[in-house]
């Protein structure tokens, strides 16, 4: 709501300035601003404009994890993550816009310091109360909304309520007043618009003004505006019913979005019960105090953050807070465990979705360490968060145990490195004998393993193997046979590796373990196949068949990557190809950097073989971006990969001459992350000749035929985003979203998104 002017001053200090911060009270506008003029500057940054949501972390030492999300780095290595994005930002022209760092400013400064010194062509947006203080930092004061803004403000969000409400002469006078009192505030006008769908804008004044009187006497040091947002807010707190007040305190334990279903698994105890929580939301909704996005199949709900810290404050008050921490973490630890346990099946991918949407809250969960021995007097003691068997357990055995649930979210969903430091931060808090932590021993093992950090794996398992021992856990016993197979085999020992997984596979047979039965049937048909053992296809096409009837997706496709090489090392170039695009497919929706990496290689050197250089060059970039990404080798894995690559490089750099050669592999290194890098392997040759600019492009972007708005969701398909993820991205419906990418379909002629993915890179 206007805004010209500051929008046009920020742009211009964005263009003489890296660092741009806007200051202002909570509720001023701060954030709004800063995503209208994201929204406006998108085609000034090649290299993306992103958007860093700070409000729901918790602890500063997450805050590179969150920015590195956002951006979509995968943090799958053992590099810091701050240096993670710095190489990834370094070269790039982008705008990041760092929303709400006012309690983490000691974390952000030199987090956004070392980016600017790495990245020339960097520019931040952050938005605070107070000031980042980092050199060469520009600082505008957001100023509350002029009154012709303010008042045009409160008609359209009151005729959102109460339809046909005008501002007009017989109210005209009244209203000014009202946003006069309200200083301009855009998040105190909203509030006070939600009670104009009963009241007249002469009650709401008349209430308001009590409040201010009674606010001006407690609390003279307050500066004006926070004066008038806490009277705004503790006004709407008033307006609440007991039971309305007791939910808004009770979200206020959740970090970023929630859904329903949690809600009413945590909130739900003394004073509310499961079945009312969802007409109380809807009233916090229907009064702006709870934000729910339009356009998802599964709403997810949020509080601005100025509402759940005043939330926040009055759960503490209320001595509730330690109990309803504990009910969520014991909601999200219930969650994560009957995930893992569904893991096994066709719902990978879903799994992986609703982990990430939840990551924040997993995040805090895990950060929660003061237990306490019960809830408070009078609480009800039962309902879904507290039935779970963990509810009861330590504390530190509880963040154990939802740290180890969490495996695949950690291993498969782009999230390695956050994983080693939960689990590791985890185990040393909670170093009890205890199954959970034998369990989670296994899982430190397993993303050690991917890290190819065998030794910290080899500690992590003979740990596990003791205890498992002790407490009589054959099936993770079991698992530590094969983990060690693994290792084995990254070890290059074929023997040992054979011998290991075998056991495996017979112990979680003989204990009727069918997930472990077939997950390790895979991997033994993997090492089969490395080995040229004899009986190799015979189980891995057992293995396939078990894995397919159960609808598993992520260890087929390792497989399918490694019986893609056999086919390739015996000459059976199209059977090696197929393979290894199967594979590839099986992985769209997985955020596996190190498996996407070694999958785009292999299908490097199957092209290559087949005669086609430049897209053999573009690949070996592709695979090259994400090996940086995960930090890992060529030969991590498999020595022998390293040959294979040098092979390939030779033949392509011979057949390009060195400088085509060097221009086709950096074109496929400015990819960015698996999704891309799937992609782009699964485009047409065609297609990918063209984003790579071998061949002239068809739609030259000086003449795209595409609007403003496709473009910009052409830009968000080449990310890999869903058009549920574009839609809440966009704050569009799916189905608007689905109609944009089959309009783009047309205009471009192409049949399917990979296609639309390849053309945006070539723009």
Same mark, same amino acid.
């Given at each position: 709501?206007?805004?010209?002017? &500051?929008?046009?001053?920020?742009?211009?200090?964005?263009?003489?300035?890296?660092?741009?911060?806007?200051?202002?009270?909570?509720?001023?506008?701060?954030?709004?601003?800063?995503?209208?003029?994201?929204?406006?500057?998108?085609?000034?940054?090649?290299?993306?404009?992103?958007?860093?949501?700070?409000?729901?972390?918790?602890?500063?030492?997450?805050?590179?994890?969150?920015?590195?999300?956002?951006?979509?780095?995968?943090?799958?290595?053992?590099?810091?993550?701050?240096?993670?994005?710095?190489?990834?930002?370094?070269?790039?022209?982008?705008?990041?816009?760092?929303?709400?760092?006012?309690?983490?400013?000691?974390?952000?400064?030199?987090?956004?310091?070392?980016?600017?010194?790495?990245?020339?062509?960097?520019?931040?947006?952050?938005?605070?109360?107070?000031?980042?203080?980092?050199?060469?930092?520009?600082?505008?004061?957001?100023? $509350?909304?002029?009154?012709?803004?303010?008042?045009?403000?409160?008609?359209?969000?009151?005729?959102?309520?109460?339809?046909?409400?005008?501002?007009?002469?017989?109210?005209?006078?009244?209203?000014?007043? +009202?946003?006069?009192?309200?200083?301009?505030? $855009?998040?105190?006008?909203?509030?006070?618009?939600?009670? +104009?769908?009963?009241?007249?804008?002469?009650?709401?004044?008349?209430?308001?003004?009590?409040?201010?009187?009674?606010?001006?006497?407690?609390?003279?040091?307050?500066?004006?505006?926070?004066?008038?947002?806490?009277?705004?807010?503790?006004?709407?707190?008033?307006?609440?019913?007991?039971?309305?007040?007791?939910?808004?305190?009770?979200?206020?334990?959740?970090?970023?979005?929630?859904?329903?279903?949690?809600?009413?698994?945590?909130?739900?105890?003394?004073?509310?019960?499961?079945?009312?929580?969802?007409?109380?939301?809807?009233?916090?909704?229907?009064?702006?105090?709870?934000?729910?996005? &339009?356009?998802?199949?599964?709403?997810?709900?949020?509080?601005?953050?100025?509402?759940?810290?005043?939330?926040?404050?009055?759960?503490?008050?209320?001595?509730?807070?330690?109990?309803?921490?504990?009910?969520?973490?014991?909601?999200?630890?219930?969650?994560?465990?009957?995930?893992?346990?569904?893991?096994?099946? $066709?719902?990978q991918a879903l799994i992986l979705t609703r982990l990430r949407?939840?990551?924040?809250?997993?995040?805090?969960?895990?950060?929660?360490?003061?237990?306490?021995?019960? @809830?408070?007097?009078?609480?009800?003691?039962?309902?879904?968060?507290?039935?779970?068997?963990?509810?009861?357990?330590?504390?530190?055995?509880?963040?154990?145990?939802?740290?180890?649930?969490?495996?695949?979210?950690?291993?498969?969903?782009?999230?390695?490195?956050?994983?080693?430091?939960?689990?590791?931060?985890?185990?040393?808090?909670?170093?009890?004998?205890?199954?959970?932590?034998?369990?989670?021993?296994?899982?430190? @093992?397993?993303?050690?393993?991917?890290?190819?950090?065998?030794?910290?794996?080899?500690?992590?398992?003979?740990?596990?193997?003791?205890?498992?021992?002790?407490?009589?856990?054959?099936?993770?016993?079991?698992?530590?046979?094969?983990?060690?197979?693994?290792? =084995?085999?990254?070890?290059?020992?074929?023997?040992?590796?054979?011998?290991?997984?075998?056991?495996?596979?017979?112990?979680?047979?003989?204990?009727?373990?069918?997930?472990?039965?077939?997950?390790?049937?895979?991997?033994?048909?993997?090492?089969?196949?490395?080995?040229?053992?004899?009986?190799?296809?015979?189980?891995? @096409?057992?293995?396939?068949?078990?894995?397919?009837?159960?609808?598993?997706?992520?260890?087929?496709?390792?497989?399918?990557?490694?019986?893609?090489?056999?086919?390739?090392?015996l000459g059976d170039q199209d059977e090696a190809k197929a393979?290894?695009?199967?594979?590839?497919?099986?992985?769209?929706?997985?955020?596996?950097?190190?498996?996407?990496?070694?999958?785009?290689?292999?299908?490097?050197?199957?092209?290559?073989?087949?005669?086609?250089?430049?897209?053999?060059?573009?690949?070996?970039?592709? =695979?090259?971006?994400?090996?940086?990404?995960?930090?890992?080798?060529?030969?991590?894995?498999?020595?022998?990969?390293?040959?294979?690559?040098?092979?390939?490089?030779?033949?392509?750099?011979? =057949?390009?001459?060195?400088?085509?050669?060097?221009?086709?592999?950096?074109?496929?290194?400015?990819?960015?992350?698996?999704?891309?890098?799937?992609?782009?392997?699964?485009?047409?040759?065609?297609?990918?000749?063209?984003?790579?600019?071998?061949?002239? @492009?068809?739609?030259?972007?000086?003449?795209?035929?595409?609007?403003?708005?496709?473009?910009?969701?052409?830009? +968000?398909?080449?990310?890999?985003?869903?058009?549920?993820?574009?839609?809440?991205?966009?704050?569009?419906?799916?189905?608007?979203v689905d109609n944009h990418v089959n309009r783009i379909l047309?205009?471009?002629?192409?049949?399917?998104?990979?296609?639309?993915?390849?053309?945006?890179?070539?723009?």
């Open positions: 709501m206007g805004r010209r002017m &500051e929008v046009a001053e920020v742009r211009r200090l964005l263009g003489a300035s890296r660092l741009v911060t806007l200051t202002g009270a909570g509720g001023v506008g701060k954030t709004r601003l800063a995503l209208e003029v994201a929204a406006g500057s998108a085609r000034a940054f090649s290299g993306g404009v992103w958007l860093v949501d700070l409000a729901p972390v918790r602890e500063s030492s997450a805050v590179p994890g969150v920015v590195a999300d956002a951006l979509g780095v995968a943090d799958m290595g053992t590099r810091p993550v701050a240096e993670l994005l710095a190489a990834h930002l370094s070269e790039r022209r982008a705008l990041v816009v760092l929303d709400n760092c006012e309690h983490l400013v000691d974390e952000c400064a030199p987090l956004v310091q070392q980016l600017l010194f790495v990245a020339p062509e960097l520019r931040i947006l952050a938005t605070s109360r107070e000031t980042l203080c980092v050199t060469g930092e520009h600082v505008l004061a957001v100023a $509350p909304l002029p009154q012709a803004d303010a008042a045009e403000l409160l008609r359209q969000r009151t005729a959102a309520v109460r339809p046909g409400f005008e501002v007009a002469e017989a109210n005209q006078a009244v209203a000014a007043r +009202l946003c006069a009192d309200l200083d301009g505030l $855009p998040l105190a006008i909203e509030l006070a618009a939600t009670r +104009l769908r009963s009241l007249t804008v002469e009650q709401v004044v008349q209430r308001l003004e009590d409040r201010f009187a009674l606010l001006s006497a407690g609390s003279r040091t307050a500066r004006p505006h926070q004066q008038t947002l806490r009277a705004a807010i503790d006004w709407s707190w008033e307006l609440c019913s007991p039971q309305e007040q007791l939910l808004w305190s009770r979200l206020s334990v959740f970090a970023g979005s929630f859904t329903l279903d949690a809600a009413e698994g945590i909130c739900c105890a003394e004073g509310i019960a499961a079945a009312e929580v969802v007409d109380l939301l809807d009233r916090l909704v229907a009064q702006s105090l709870v934000e729910q996005p &339009e356009g998802e199949e599964t709403p997810r709900y949020r509080m601005l953050e100025t509402l759940r810290q005043y939330g926040q404050e009055q759960l503490a008050a209320s001595g509730e807070e330690q109990w309803m921490r504990r009910r969520h973490r014991d909601f999200f630890l219930a969650m994560a465990e009957r995930l893992y346990q569904d893991w096994f099946g $066709p719902r949407a939840e990551h924040a809250n997993l995040l805090a969960a895990l950060a929660y360490r003061d237990g306490i021995a019960g @809830a408070p007097t009078g609480a009800a003691t039962s309902g879904p968060a507290q039935a779970h068997p963990c509810a009861a357990a330590p504390c530190g055995d509880g963040q154990v145990a939802l740290a180890g649930a969490l495996i695949y979210h950690w291993a498969a969903g782009g999230y390695l490195g956050e994983g080693r430091r939960q689990l590791e931060r985890a185990l040393a808090a909670a170093p009890e004998p205890t199954p959970a932590r034998a369990r989670a021993l296994v899982a430190a @093992a397993h993303l050690a393993q991917t890290q190819y950090d065998l030794a910290a794996a080899g500690r992590w398992l003979d740990e596990a193997d003791d205890l498992a021992e002790r407490l009589g856990e054959p099936v993770v016993r079991a698992h530590v046979r094969g983990h060690r197979g693994v290792s =084995a085999l990254y070890a290059g020992r074929l023997d040992d590796a054979l011998s290991h997984v075998e056991q495996a596979v017979d112990a979680h047979t003989a204990l009727g373990d069918r997930f472990g039965e077939v997950a390790w049937r895979c991997a033994l048909a993997l090492v089969q196949v490395l080995g040229g053992h004899p009986q190799a296809l015979e189980t891995a @096409a057992e293995a396939l068949a078990d894995a397919e009837a159960h609808g598993e997706r992520w260890a087929r496709a390792h497989l399918l990557m490694v019986l893609g090489r056999r086919a390739w090392a393979l290894t695009i199967s594979s590839l497919e099986l992985l769209q929706g997985f955020s596996d950097t190190v498996g996407v990496a070694k999958m785009v290689e292999q299908l490097a050197w199957i092209t290559a073989s087949a005669g086609d250089h430049p897209r053999a060059a573009r690949l070996l970039g592709a =695979a090259r971006s994400l090996r940086e990404a995960a930090g890992i080798t060529v030969a991590s894995g498999d020595p022998r990969d390293e040959d294979y690559h040098a092979r390939c490089e030779a033949e392509a750099s011979q =057949a390009l001459g060195r400088a085509e050669y060097d221009k086709a592999l950096a074109d496929g290194a400015a990819i960015d992350g698996p999704a891309q890098a799937i992609a782009y392997a699964l485009a047409p040759a065609t297609a990918i000749a063209t984003a790579a600019g071998t061949e002239p @492009a068809a739609t030259p972007a000086a003449t795209s035929p595409l609007t403003g708005r496709e473009e910009q969701i052409a830009a +968000l398909v080449a990310q890999g985003m869903t058009s549920r993820k574009i839609a809440a991205e966009l704050v569009l419906s799916p189905r608007t047309t205009k471009l002629g192409f049949s399917s998104r990979a296609q639309i993915a390849a053309w945006w890179t070539a723009q």
